[in-house]
């Protein structure tokens, strides 16, 4: 098999003496979908900020393509590949939506005093990607503050795309959205995997994950708590998992009422 895209071993971040991130290793190849799962303070941000270069591991290794690598910055982890489309997305709400999606790389025409933005081929650049990736959009014109927060997150996956990105990195892109919204940005998450992308996808949501992933790493207060493929694992498992199995087990024993049954169908059996 070749080099994954991306591979971390057993990699740590420590800022001080608090530790972020210890032992965790992922791996995310082409044309697979890599899910991190845990809740909130499990170390998923510092995890997606050592991928995304904008902070570099304490212990470990990193590897692109089987060669390892230290990034002083994002802008080398984008040349390498790899693009990162954060929770906030990083957009002008009032500019249209074919100047976010070229937002820092323009194209330009003419020459000297008169270079100028080639307009017209941001705007049909804009719509031919957007349609490649099945995004049919009322008009590109349109600020991208009137889209929805699903097609928002459809744009910047189909601008990582274009711009020649081998591994895209989302940050819980379903979190503050709907299910219908979801399940958009979920189909386009799977053509950018059958665009032959390796995929990272960051979220708390174990049923979002199992319906897109190909491998499932979970993490739980910086550490591996379970790293499975599809094969290897089942959604009731992966929720147990997530949950906290035991842990849930145990609290829901500690809240139930004396006389009624922990799962609240009846009374306890005397």
């Known amino acids: ?50 991928v995304a270069g904008l902070h570099q591991h304490d212990g470990g290794s990193y590897r692109i393509e089987g060669e390892e690598v230290r990034h002083d910055s994002p802008r080398e982890a984008l040349d390498r590949g790899i693009a990162t489309v954060y929770q906030d997305l990083a957009v002008v709400p009032l500019m249209p939506v074919w100047r976010n999606f070229f937002l820092g790389s323009e194209p330009r025409r003419g020459r000297g005093p008169f270079k100028r933005l080639d307009v017209r081929t941001m705007r049909e650049t804009t719509r031919a990607e957007l349609l490649r990736m099945g995004i049919d ?52 998450v799977a053509a950018a995997r059958d665009a ?9 949501n174990p049923h979002h994950a199992y319906l897109v992933g190909d491998r499932f790493v979970l993490l739980k207060r910086g550490a591996m708590a379970g790293s499975h493929t599809r094969s290897q694992i089942t959604l009731d498992e992966l929720t147990r998992q997530m949950a906290g199995g035991s842990e849930l087990e145990q609290l829901s024993h500690e809240l139930s009422r004396p006389g009624v049954a922990a799962d609240g169908l ?5």
């Open 1 to 50: 098999m070749t080099a994954p895209l991306v591979e971390l071993a057993d990699v740590s971040k420590f800022y001080g003496n608090i530790k972020a991130l210890e032992g965790v290793s992922l791996e995310v190849r082409a044309g697979e979908i890599t899910c991190v799962l845990g809740d909130n303070g499990a170390g998923k941000s510092t995890l997606i900020k050592i």
């Open 137 to 188: 959009l009322r008009d590109v014109d349109q600020p991208i503050g009137t889209l929805s927060g699903g097609e928002r997150q459809c744009v910047a996956i189909a601008r990582a795309v274009h711009f020649g990105a081998k591994v895209l990195v989302l940050d819980e892109p379903t979190a503050a959205l709907g299910v219908k919204q979801s399940g958009v940005v979920l189909k386009y």
């Open 196 to 204: 032959g992308l390796g995929v990272v996808l960051i979220t708390h």
């Open 266 to 270: 009846g009374p306890r059996n005397a």
